[in-house]
T-cell receptor, first 116, second 117 residues
């Protein structure tokens, strides 16, 4: 089945220690998104890639970076995690440009990040 | 102002009953899309149903239907014959008229639905 995969599902890191979260997709979608979701809150968009074009949200901290080496993979790098960065990180994909409803975003299972 | 408003933070419903989750939205765009997602305790966001602003008929997907009232700017989710597995957080979201390549979803604050046996 085509899907969005995130690894790892749970990540524990130390305060200030860089961490990388991974997302891959077999849907051949041209857009990939990274969201941060804190407990009992709605997901908050950090940035997204339309093909290779990177779109950063204005309020995304510089501490968060992303890479998309190819269509299938996208990475979220947190350069110096703080306690406030503990959250669920959700990757999503969509396919733009093919008509109504096809821009639906499909999410992966998420990576739950703990910062000690 | 909130673009997506979900006024029910939590709901408790008896198994097998129908349930309506409320969602109102605010936009000045003519072209927009409305989505509902389910998020179980495991954390994955599961797409349920989509309604386009130009769709004349209410969307349906199995036990899910969307009661779309454009003039009132509401897009309520109706779940028929609720099941224990429906217990989850439900998010309403809107995609406003996007610039090509600048797709964004705005989420509401969610409704936590609990189905009682």
């Amino acid at each position: 089945d085509a899907m969005v995969i995130q690894n790892p599902r749970y990540q524990v890191t130390q305060f200030g220690k860089p961490v990388t979260l991974s997302c891959s997709q077999t849907l051949n979608h041209n857009v990939m998104y990274w969201y941060q979701q804190k407990s009992s809150q709605a997901p908050k968009l950090l940035f997204h890639y339309y093909d290779k074009d990177f779109n950063n949200e204005a309020d995304t901290p510089d501490n968060f970076q992303s890479r998309r080496p190819n269509t299938s993979f996208c990475f979220l790098d947190i350069r110096s995690p703080g306690l406030g960065d503990a959250a669920m990180y959700l990757c999503a994909t969509s396919r733009l440009g093919e008509g109504r409803g096809t821009d639906t975003q499909y999410f992966g299972p998420g990576t739950r990040l703990t910062v000690l | 102002a909130q673009k997506i408003t979900q006024t029910q933070p939590g709901m408790f419903v008896q198994e097998k009953e129908a349930v309506t989750l409320d969602c109102t939205y605010d936009t000045s765009d003519q072209s927009y899309g409305l989505f509902w997602y389910k998020q179980p305790s495991s954390g994955e966001m599961i797409f349920l149903i989509y309604q386009g602003s130009y769709d004349e008929q209410n969307a349906t997907e199995g036990r899910y239907s969307l009661n779309f009232q454009k003039a009132r700017k509401s897009a309520n989710l109706v779940i028929s014959a609720s099941q224990l597995g429906d217990s989850a957080m439900y998010f309403c979201a809107m995609r406003e008229n996007p610039n090509f390549g600048n797709e964004k979803l705005t989420f509401g604050t969610g409704t936590r639905l609990t189905i009682i046996p």
